[in-house]
């Protein structure tokens, strides 16, 4: 199956630093989700991108899907972006697999006041 | 609509025991999924719905696990003889779709299992 390699794995940040993850998989993909998990562990929806750039406040997406890769910017960070981020990639196979979702291991975010 | 809903949020229960929890995903959505996290880990796919058909189950689905979606809106997911090793949160995410056409999955709060 998909292979999906997140970096970095932790995240320590001040107040007001941006940073970047990112997200690799191994082969092509029609379905690439960003989620931040929040402690409660509840999935957000942050981004729906299997190709492309979006941006929505302070965050933003680029996939690449023709080099297999995803990244997000999260820009002024804030302590409330605290959390684990995770990237999601999904690919049809078989005819049957439609919209399942393959997981990263995640990269965990702490920004300190 | 107010999104997917899971229940119970959390449940402990003695091992051995069944456990059943609860899906109701949105309600234009005829996709559904059931995902299984462990700690430190990402969720890993257990099994799809499209409509009331159960489409695929993932060999983490031992015989011990059933899943339906009667007539095609919630769905049900049970655990019989609960091991410790099943303890773990328990996802559930709806999306629309049609063959290749795939669209954003939403996931529910999520069922904490707890096995003692």
């Known amino acids: 199956g998909i292979q999906v390699e997140q970096s970095p794995p932790d995240l320590i940040l001040q107040e007001g630093a941006n940073s970047t993850l990112r997200c690799n998989f191994s082969?092509?993909?029609?379905?690439l989700q960003w989620f931040h998990q929040n402690p409660w562990g509840q999935l957000i929806n942050l981004f729906y991108i299997p190709s492309g750039t979006k941006q929505n406040g302070r965050l933003s997406a680029t996939t690449v899907a023709t080099e297999r890769y995803s990244l997000l910017y999260i820009s002024s960070s804030q302590t409330t972006d605290s959390g684990v981020y995770f990237c999601?990639?999904?690919?049809?196979?078989?005819?049957?697999?439609?919209?399942?979702?393959?997981f990263g291991q995640g990269t965990i975010l702490t920004v300190h006041p | 609509d107010t999104g997917v809903s899971q229940d119970p949020r959390h449940k402990i229960t003695k091992r051995g025991q069944n456990v059943t929890f609860r899906c109701d995903p949105i309600s234009e959505h005829n996709r559904l999924y059931w995902y299984r996290q462990t700690l430190g880990q990402g969720p890993e796919f257990l099994t799809y719905f499209q409509n009331e058909a159960q489409l695929e189950k993932s060999r983490l689905l031992s015989d011990r696990f059933s899943a339906e979606r009667p007539k095609g809106s919630f769905s049900t997911l049970e655990i019989q003889r609960t091991e410790q090793g099943d303890s773990a949160m328990y996802l559930c995410?709806?999306?629309?779709?049609?063959?290749?056409?795939?669209?954003?999955?939403?996931f529910g709060q999520g069922t904490r299992l707890t096995v003692v």
């Open positions: 995410a709806s999306s629309l779709g049609y063959r290749l056409l795939n669209t954003e999955a939403f």
């Open positions: 999601a990639v999904g690919k049809n196979a078989g005819g049957t697999s439609y919209g399942k979702l393959t």
């Open positions: 082969d092509s993909v029609n379905n």
